[in-house]
């Protein structure tokens, strides 16, 4: 017997609550049961995304998510501002391309995160520049990028901002009203808890006019008709009814910890393994670690951590995408994850590099940290 | 208590066996295990679709799946010959508006079939059409479409054929490959047992070249990027792993009873249905009616039925849309369905209306239908 557990950067272990609210009966979509269902599932997603905003449910993945966000905030011949330092940050830009916008790149090297400065720079008299594109956390490299900060600069420029918070949202500090992000995508299968299939968009209550107004004609990501059914808690097709019951199973669990509390326990998930692997001897590859995953560079002839970690004891982790396959490991600990499941993690990299002595520090280590926040 | 059972023509119920295994942990999408899932469903599905050509599926509902086609196999400018006699025939022609093709339409009466006659005169002497969208089964009247007599005229020209089989596909016979239909559409939460969130294409070999040709720019639905990645049992984005698991359980089901089996249970059902309609004093309100469901027109006097089969007998069936609201109600008998059910319906529909000599004489109409299929 081998417990598989995922420790990926997403899809995410998913609570035997959650995974149980989606196998209950099929509601109908037009029907009161599903409203009430749909009703909840959104109030709660508005505490997580910290906006009195819309926010829209759909049946797609994050990258559905972020199309939706192009093609209803922008239109064939616009121009954007584009942050790539990943292959999120990239996504964003081949979304733009396709979508006709021309999308000007502030290329930053993979595993660092963007500079407000070099964005401010960009917007200075700028009045045709439509949107800034960025994302929370570059899940490709376990980046944050400074949204608080890259918000108070777009502010002053009349680009809207929008934000790709697929990874990110539900362990890293995002606040969408109070630092005016006009709009913010995400998706269930990260630290939302909830099996993949269902893509979120939030759109700031001053947002709303950019969507309303803007020329671009679709069909099956049109917000101006999802706005309409919003009101009366449906939305305009088919939705994904047993997912979207999971996701209300899980948005409560979140909401009854606190957001803020949640936050705070992958804060301390992120430094107790940080702190373990300086102690194994393991550098974290990125400048500005996010709170839900720890990118970490394989060290020299120890290509076998990712495929032992799995075979040896069903501990399943990403390894790197693009340049970086084979240069790092990706280790998820956002959304269902506890103290024990980065004790579990840190003891088994440990073990599988025979490191006994870097494996008594970097559990100290982690405890240490731990008892700080348990403070 | 009140054992609630759908009787919508879409989402329908779905096998406990199925909502377990959507209740499976999450398996991460570019693992082996999720590899084999995924071949295990497309292949089944195949059978079902009676194509050998490539399946896709898409963390997306019907309505994605239709825009998947139209985005894939149009370029703005063109032309296409639509059939609109309901609601999703009407959908066809407002994608098409949308994504920039020209739709030359031929309206039917709502309940009335497609006349192939019509669409070989459209079609003669035009080689500017680049494709006819019609639907299998109209879900919005119940009524069934000619596709093989469709598609033996269609083929006469250089136009292809695109048919929406959402409501259909897995009750009404449809043979993609035998009837040489370029590409067929479908969903997951009709007869195919699973709840909503997944859409379906199926492309004919002979249709790939189409799509590979096509000049519009796509994204999340582009299927030269999906068919790059299929061909290792791959998708491009985040799939709805948990919705796959529960489809991979319902079509191996179907296929343990065998499609054609399945489809003469719907005809079985349908024609019981009927039957025993007849025998109830209500009219039918398809010319063509579908396997899956049974479009009834609303007594005179009659209008609580919907209402009273939820409220007394926990049985939800659909009303009829646009202008057919409050005109019809919409008996689905599709999918996870067996003879119970269908004396089931007829039973309260008969107890609610009061009428029991109708009601007796309407179950051994009913009888007489599982007889002649027993046989």
Same mark, same amino acid.
């Given at each position: 017997?081998?417990?598989?557990?995922?420790?990926?950067?997403?899809?995410?272990?998913?609570?035997?609550?959650?995974?149980?609210?989606?196998?209950?009966?099929?509601?109908?979509?037009?029907?009161?049961?599903?409203?009430?269902?749909?009703?909840?599932?959104?109030?709660?997603?508005?505490?997580?995304?910290?906006?009195?905003?819309?926010?829209?449910?759909?049946?797609?993945?994050?990258?559905?998510?972020?199309?939706?966000?192009?093609?209803?905030?922008?239109?064939?011949?616009?121009?954007?501002?584009?942050?790539?330092?990943?292959?999120?940050?990239?996504?964003?830009?081949?979304?733009?391309?396709?979508?006709?916008?021309?999308?000007?790149?502030?290329?930053?090297?993979?595993?660092?995160?963007?500079?407000?400065?070099?964005?401010?720079?960009?917007?200075?008299?700028?009045?045709?520049?439509?949107?800034?594109?960025?994302?929370?956390?570059?899940?490709?490299?376990?980046?944050?990028?400074?949204?608080?900060? +890259?918000?108070? $600069? *777009?502010?002053? #420029?009349?680009? /809207? =901002?929008?934000?790709?918070?697929?990874? &990110?949202?539900? @362990?890293?500090?995002?606040?969408?009203?109070?630092?005016? +992000?006009?709009? $913010? *995508?995400?998706? #269930?299968?990260? /630290? =939302?808890?909830?099996?993949?299939?269902? &893509?979120?968009? @939030?759109?700031?209550?001053?947002?709303?006019?950019?969507?309303?107004?803007?020329?671009?004609?679709?069909?099956?990501?049109? =917000?101006?008709?999802?706005?309409?059914?919003?009101?009366?808690?449906?939305?305009?097709?088919?939705?994904?009814?047993?997912?979207?019951?999971?996701?209300?199973?899980?948005?409560?669990?979140?909401?009854?910890?606190?957001?803020?509390?949640?936050?705070?326990?992958?804060?301390?998930?992120?430094?107790?393994?940080?702190?373990?692997?300086?102690?194994?001897?393991?550098?974290?590859?990125?400048?500005?670690?996010?709170?839900?995953?720890?990118?970490?560079?394989?060290?020299?002839?120890?290509?076998?951590?990712?495929?032992?970690?799995?075979?040896?004891?069903?501990?399943?982790?990403?390894?790197?995408?693009?340049?970086?396959?084979?240069?790092?490991?990706?280790?998820?600990?956002?959304?269902?994850?506890?103290?024990?499941?980065?004790?579990?993690?840190?003891?088994?990299?440990?073990?599988?590099?025979?490191?006994?002595?870097?494996?008594?520090?970097?559990?100290?280590?982690?405890?240490?940290?731990?008892?700080?926040?348990?403070?």
């Amino acid at each position: 017997m081998i417990k598989k557990q995922l420790f990926t950067p997403g899809p995410t272990e998913v609570p035997p609550e959650t995974l149980a609210a989606t196998a209950r009966p099929v509601l109908h979509h037009r029907k009161e049961g599903f409203k009430k269902l749909y009703f909840s599932a959104v109030s709660n997603l508005g505490k997580i995304f910290r906006s009195s905003g819309e926010i829209f449910i759909l049946a797609t993945s994050g990258t559905g998510a972020m199309e939706t966000a192009v093609c209803n905030f922008t239109s064939s011949g616009d121009k954007a501002l584009v942050v790539v330092s990943g292959k999120f940050g990239k996504r964003w830009k081949e979304l733009l391309n396709t979508f006709g916008v021309e999308a000007e790149v502030l290329n930053y090297e993979w595993g660092r995160p963007a500079d407000p400065g070099d964005i401010k720079e960009k917007l200075e008299g700028r009045k045709d520049i439509k949107a800034v594109f960025t994302t929370l956390v570059e899940t490709s490299t376990g980046t944050l990028h400074p949204i608080e900060k +890259i918000a108070s $600069v *777009v502010k002053e #420029s009349p680009a /809207a =901002l929008i934000v790709d918070a697929v990874s &990110g949202l539900g @362990c890293d500090v995002i606040e969408t009203d109070k630092w005016e +992000i006009d709009v $913010v *995508v995400s998706g #269930s299968q990260k /630290a =939302l808890m909830t099996p993949p299939g269902l &893509g979120f968009i @939030c759109v700031n209550k001053k947002a709303k006019e950019l969507y309303e107004k803007n020329e671009r004609k679709n069909y099956y990501w049109d =917000l101006k008709k999802a706005s309409g059914r919003h009101k009366n808690n449906q939305v305009p097709y088919t939705p994904a009814v047993n997912l979207i019951a999971g996701l209300e199973q899980s948005v409560k669990m979140i909401n009854k910890e606190g957001i803020e509390n949640v936050w705070e326990r992958h804060k301390m998930f992120s430094e107790a393994t940080r702190a373990a692997m300086d102690k194994l001897g393991i550098e974290v590859f990125s400048e500005s670690p996010a709170r839900g995953l720890t990118a970490i560079k394989i060290p020299e002839g120890k290509s076998f951590i990712i495929k032992e970690l799995k075979e040896k004891f069903g501990i399943v982790v990403a390894g790197g995408q693009a340049h970086l396959k084979g240069k790092i490991a990706r280790l998820g600990h956002m959304g269902y994850a506890d103290k024990s499941d980065i004790l579990k993690l840190i003891t088994a990299l440990g073990v599988i590099v025979e490191d006994f002595s870097g494996l008594s520090a970097a559990l100290k280590a982690a405890n240490e940290i731990f008892k700080k926040y348990a403070k």
